[in-house]
Structure formats: structure tokens, C-alpha cells
């Protein structure tokens, strides 16, 4: 905890905001300016923000029980000792390091009382959302002497006047719009100033017809032509690749599948560490040896024939987040399927995080017919019967050995893909081919001889599609 007192305190209010916390104090902590403190005000979250907040250097980290907005800042205030207070809320992101000094710089006009950025949409924001904010807040600077519109999503204001008139601590919305109400009848000015810019993925209200709210927002990006929508960069986010094996390790020719997979692992640009969840020591071993990490031994149980992928997936995720490493994405990667395209698991991490989506999962199209049988042998069919390929559905077989995205928060839940999946479609007849049985090895070894020119082709043709 840094003592010295600070010309500006940024007081970011939380709420089980593990998806945006770090890339918004990344993004704080890259500025020009700075002079400041950070107090992070946490409304109990359940998930994992405050250990990931915990890998930057805050300030103080307070609690607010009973959240209401106006409450919270008035917590956050009390805590910190800046003479300029600056309102972030978690999930916004400073869109560069300029932010914080364009901000704070108004207040070196003593009429100003306060001053507010401007909210940048991300790609995946919803039309409702996107036409609120780009309705909004333009690129004009604005002085206002009767408007008393202001938000603390990204606001700084005067800590002497909040001194004399502190946020209401009873209401449960715009405790922003009162304070500045209340500067105006004082006499105070108060400035938006578009130049102070963040990503906020949701609006200031969030209803609205969504074919209207489409059209709306198709006029307005036209309307400017230096419109930029904003998006993570997974290079700022952790990924973590979970390579689920039991037994020991199988060859295929001179080159063990675990050595294919955590191949396929380090050449993938954003995965920043690899965990071999197994349950034979000598595997952990030699893991280790081809530089993955093995910091447990899964138990037996986990193990049986009947325990689904998604309670190994938690139980690694539970045992690594003990140690330390609190992933915000994590990759699943089964020694099972030898032959993976080199540039898919990056492409589908990048689609994950590009469209905000819970989970992306490789499929394999299917043309065929699809039948299924209960447990009283019924048979029932699933695809659209007897018409000729070209105009059937699509249908796809899930490939989640191959490759899945997903997110953290859902495998403390024993959920693989949560609600918003993604799926991603991989026509490479080799990379369709999963091993299990000694026929399956004998198959393997045979095609691989043609294996490295394939996935070569294949690297160009993802890393294409999701540059």
C-alpha cells in the first residue's frame, strides 16, 4: 500500500467484475499521469475480482454491503485523499494512456466542479446500448451551465465540494445527475470532455425495439467517419491451457500424444501457461520435462470412465486458483485428437473474446444422417430426413477434445460452455480423427507422414480469418 498522499484518487467500484477488472487497471496503470491512488470499492463479489485485483498494486480495497451507487463513492472517498476524485466503474476500460491526465486537467479551471469522459462502445455491445452511447456522448467538447448531465462511470470531481456536498446515499440511481444538479444551483460549471474516452460494453439504458435500435446505430457510425468500436486484446487477458490425461503416456511412432498437445499448446500465441491435469506421477514428470506444469496429481476418482471432462476441468481450475493462477480463459486440450491445426486455438480464442462470447467450441459439419437411441432402444432421427445434402440444415459434431474456449466462472459450476457459444468449424478430415483404441494408433501413425504439409495450409487459412 503506497502512503503518499496523491493530487488524484480513482475510486473504481466492483461487482463480480472478474471479465473486466483486468484489462480496466491495466489499462489505469499504463497512464501518463501519475499521480494517483487507487481505492477499489467491492460490492461482496462472488466470483474472482478481488484476487485479481490483487495482482495490482491498489492502493486500499473496501467494502460496501447494502450497494447503492451514491453509497459506495461516498465509501470510496472517505478512503482515499486525493484533491481530485475520479469515478471508474469496473468494467470500463481508459481507451489510452492519456485518459486520466485529459481528465484531471479540467480541473485546473476552478469554475469547473466537475468534468465527464467520454463511453466508447465494444464491438459486441448491443444495438440498444451502442445507440445510447453514440447518441450520447459525441466528439465535442461541451461547457454546461444549466445541463446537469453528468456520469460517474468516468467522471473526476472536486473532493473540497464533495467535502460540503457528499453523493445521496439513499437512491439507487443517478446520485450523479443530483450532485451535479446541486453544483449548477452553487453556480459551478461542469465539462464533458471527449478527449477523456472509455470502452463501457453496456449503455446508460438498455432497452429499446433492437431492429430500430440497428438502424439507429448503422446511421450514427456513418455519420462518422472516424467511428471505433472497442474490443479486448487477449494478449491482456490470462489463458490457460488444461490438458486432461489418465494413465500413462501412448506413442504414436517416436512421438508420445502428450508431446503433440503441449506442442500444439506452446505454439499458440496467447496461451500463457500449460497444466497437465494427470493422475500418474510419471507423467507429471515428464510434463514438466517438455515444459508444461504438473503442480498435482488429480485422485482416482476423477478418473473413472463415468466422470465427465467438466469435473476434471473443475477440479484443475479449483487446484490451480490455490497456487495463485486465476485464468480468465481456459483451453481445453485432449491428448485424443493428434492432428491440430496450428492456428485454431488462437483463432478461437480471439473469436471468444472478439464477440464476447462464454464459449467456443470446435465442431466438425455434418451432411449425413443423424439418428439417436434412448435407453429403450428407440430410435429416433435428427436431421431433416430424406433431402438432398446441399439444402439439409447445417448439423456439426462437437469436437470438444480438439479444442474448447471457455471461461473460468463457468467451470466453477461444473458448466463447460455456459449460454453464448460459439462454434468453430474445422473441415480438416485429419483433424477430425480422435484416438483411443490400438486400431486408432495404427491409423494415426500412418497418415502423419501427410500430416505436417496439411497443417500448414491450415495455419494460413485460420490465422486469415481471425487476424
Known sequence: MNNVS???????????????IVPCLKAVYEQRYRDFEVIIVDNESTDRTLEKV???????????????????????????????????????IPVNDQWLGNLVANMADPQFAGAYGRQEPM????????????????????IQIKDSFFHNANSVIRRELWEQHPFDNQISNIEDRLWAQKMIQLGYRLVY?????????HGIHQNGNTTRCNNVVRILENLNGNFVSGNLDPEHLLTVA??????????????????MAIQDAKSAQ????IIVATDNEAVAQTARELGAEAPFLRPPELSRDYVGIEAVLK???????????????????????????????????????????????????????????????????????YVPRLYKERTFVGLKGLCCVTRAQF?????????????????????????????DFQLAEQISANWQLRKNIDTERYEAKWV
Not at 496523491?6 to 473486466?20: D, L, P, Q, V, Y
Request: proline share 5%; glycine share 6%; with cysteine.
Open 6 to 20: 496523491k493530487s488524484c484518487s480513482i475510486i473504481i467500484r466492483t461487482k463480480n467484475e472478474e471479465r473486466w
Open 54 to 92: 490483487r495482482q495490482f498494486p491498489v492502493d486500499k480495497v473496501v467494502t460496501c454491503t447494502d450497494y447503492l451507487p451514491g453509497k459506495a463513492l461516498n465509501i470510496g472517498v472517505e478512503a482515499s485523499n486525493g484533491q481530485c476524485v475520479v469515478c471508474l466503474s469496473g468494467h470500463c
Open 123 to 142: 464491438d459486441f455491445t448491443p444495438a440498444s446500448d451502442k445507440r445510447d452511447l453514440l447518441t450520447i456522448f459525441g466528439q465535442d467538447r461541451r
Open 193 to 201: 470532455d471527449p478527449t477523456a474516452s472509455v470502452y463501457h460494453y
Open 242 to 259: 488444461i490438458i486432461p490425461l489418465k494413465g500413462p503416456v501412448r506413442m504414436m511412432g517416436e512421438t508420445s500424444t502428450l508431446h
Open 270 to 273: 496467447y496461451i500463457n501457461k
Open 315 to 385: 477440479y484443475t481450475l479449483e487446484q490451480i486458483e490455490q497456487i495463485g493462477i486465476y485464468p480468465d480463459l481456459v483451453v481445453n486440450l485432449e491428448v485424443t485428437f493428434p492432428f491440430r491445426p496450428k492456428g485454431l486455438i488462437d483463432g478461437m480464442v480471439r473469436r471468444t473474446v472478439i464477440e464476447d462470447l462464454d464459449s467456443v467450441i470446435a465442431v466438425k459439419p455434418e451432411n449425413r444422417s443423424i439418428w439417436q437411441e434412448d435407453e429403450k432402444k428407440t430410435i429416433q432421427r435428427l436431421d431433416s430426413g
Open 411 to 439: 467451470l466453477r459450476e461444473e458448466h463447460l460452455l455456459g449460454d453464448k457459444i460459439g462454434l468453430f468449424e474445422v473441415d480438416n478430415p485429419f483433424s477430425n480423427i480422435e484416438i483411443r483404441e490400438e486400431l
